[in-house]
């Protein structure tokens, strides 16, 4: 599959990047204090906005295919989208993709956040919505028998009461929907991401009363919502990522997903079938699941290959 999208997205990196470092004015900072601030030239020349997505006739599009993914973040080469695991560790600098996203719900800079329906984006979420998805409040003994016995208090009940939350470090797994497809006019295939789902452990396995722990995998994640990737851009464009071949030179958050810096299996393609997923088909088998996976990757990646071989 020919790589003309990230060459684009790569040298539109290079040249934003000369201009921005990952702690700005570090070797000339006389105090602490002024590392990270940036002279008036220096915010002039930043060019903050998201590279703009070309405008894509209808009739341009000689064939697509619409598939879901998979972005495992116990593999290495995703770990800068897990790492810093706790928010604040290094302080607004560097902060992990789970971190950015919820700040840009929280600042109401993100809007298109939606209830987690395979990603087909039909039951918006206000943020409150995605804070109840969140949290959990575990009731212990001593509050039932509270309860029993007549206490009313809230501060008395609250004490009684375990509150936990998803936080970055829960965050194991990003499901991500994007479309594949040729456009005509210039020749070549290419890539759209639409939808990102951070994915996480159920909260239920957090209970502190180990003798309550619900069955299954406590391993298992689920999604806990969508979010639209356009509308996502410009807040995930102000976060950088940490580049660990070359620390002066950092990337965001939407050059890495545009450009597909990141490995990922595909569970799931649109079909007949009602999009049904590869282990819906192919049941407890994960090799074969995988080169199903490999499969429908190689359908995409063939198909411009023989535009160019008949």
Aim: one cysteine or more; aromatic letters at 14%.
């Amino acid at each position: 599959m020919r790589n003309s999208s990230f060459v684009v997205f790569l040298f539109v990196f290079t040249l934003s990047m000369n201009n921005v470092m990952a702690q700005a004015n570090l070797l000339n900072a006389r105090v602490p204090q002024e590392v990270g601030k940036l002279n008036e030239q220096q915010i002039a020349a930043n060019d903050e906005d998201p590279l703009p997505y070309g405008y894509i006739d209808d009739r341009d599009v000689l064939w697509s295919k619409t598939i879901w993914e998979r972005i495992d973040l116990d593999e290495r080469i995703n770990f800068p989208f897990y790492f810093p695991s706790e928010p604040g560790n290094l302080g607004d600098e560097r902060r992990s993709l789970f971190d950015v996203m919820i700040k840009g719900i929280e600042d109401g800079r993100i809007k298109e956040v939606y209830f987690d329906d395979g990603g087909y984006f039909r039951t918006k979420l206000t943020y409150q919505q995605v804070l109840d998805k969140l949290s959990y409040v575990f009731e212990t003994e001593q509050y039932t028998e509270a309860i029993n016995a007549g206490v009313t208090d809230p501060e008395i009940l609250a004490d009684l009461q375990v509150p936990v939350k998803t936080t970055s470090a829960d965050v194991l797994e990003y499901r991500i929907k994007g479309t594949w497809y040729f456009d005509k006019r210039q020749g070549e295939m290419k890539y759209r991401l639409l939808g990102i789902a951070p994915c996480a452990t159920d909260l239920q396995f957090k209970n502190p009363d180990p003798d309550a722990a619900p069955p299954g995998d406590p391993n298992e994640t689920y999604p806990l919502f969508w979010v639209w990737f356009p509308d996502a851009r410009e807040v995930l464009n102000e976060a950088f990522v940490f580049n660990t071949r070359n620390s002066s030179q950092p990337i965001t958050f939407d050059h890495m997903l545009n450009s597909r810096r990141f490995n990922a299996v595909i569970y799931k393609e649109e079909n007949v079938y009602e999009d049904r997923e590869v282990q819906n088909y192919i049941f407890e088998d994960a090799l074969q699941q995988l080169l199903e996976s490999e499969r429908i990757k190689s359908v995409i990646r063939d198909f411009e290959q023989d535009m160019w071989n008949n």
